[in-house]
């Protein structure tokens, strides 16, 4: 898929098919956020990946929608150290961003989700002393499959609930 219509046609997907998520699929999730670029080269991150079913429930309960969690085939945890640099989060983000694009390359949902739990959260995902989740990412083939050929870049834009261009972007 062209990398411009990966990024405008991505959408959160909330509602999954009850479809598991290949190794192979994940793998590519992984490796694209495993090499997202980070200050300095720091490559702060950790994931924790998870496609048990008792496990997902449990993650379920430390968001503030368990539901995303409840229906998705897989979660990914991008954990941080508590004493990372300020930067850390920016690359985090980066990560999750390139993991969820990869996910909607191979035709996977995903939808970033904030905690109400981290401490619970870390404790499910069996963290490692001094590493805390930044952010869980919820995964699956979506529920209604959307295509994102179905129409051209430029309209994908153009449906998107987004500020104007010219509210965003101020050219010097």
């Known amino acids: 898929m062209d990398a411009f219509l990966a990024i405008v046609s991505r959408r959160e997907i909330r ?4 479809r598991p998520v290949p190794a192979e699929v994940q793998r590519r ?5 495993r090499v997202a670029g980070s200050s300095r080269n720091r490559q702060p991150w ?3 990946a ?6 997902l429930d449990a993650l379920a309960e430390t968001v503030f929608e368990p539901a995303n969690l409840r229906g998705c085939a897989l979660a ?5 150290p508590a004493d990372a640099r300020p930067t850390a989060s920016f690359d ?4 999750a961003q390139n993991i969820m694009l990869a996910a909607w390359s191979e035709g996977v949902g995903s939808c970033p989700n904030g905690m109400t739990d981290r401490e619970r959260a870390a404790a499910v995902l069996e963290l490692a002393d001094g590493l805390a989740p930044m952010i869980l990412l919820s ?4 529920a209604r499959p959307r295509d994102p050929a179905a129409r051209p870049a430029q309209e994908w834009v153009e449906r998107a609930d987004r500020l ?3 509210e965003v972007v101020r050219r010097l």
């Open 92 to 95: 985090a983000g980066r990560a």
């Open 15 to 18: 509602d999954y098919a009850e």
């Open 29 to 33: 999730m992984l490796e694209a956020g």
């Open 76 to 80: 990914i945890a991008v954990a941080l």
């Open 50 to 55: 998870t496609d048990d079913r008792e496990r």
């Open 46 to 48: 950790r994931f924790v």
């Open 164 to 166: 104007p261009y010219d």
């Open 139 to 142: 995964l699956g083939y979506p």
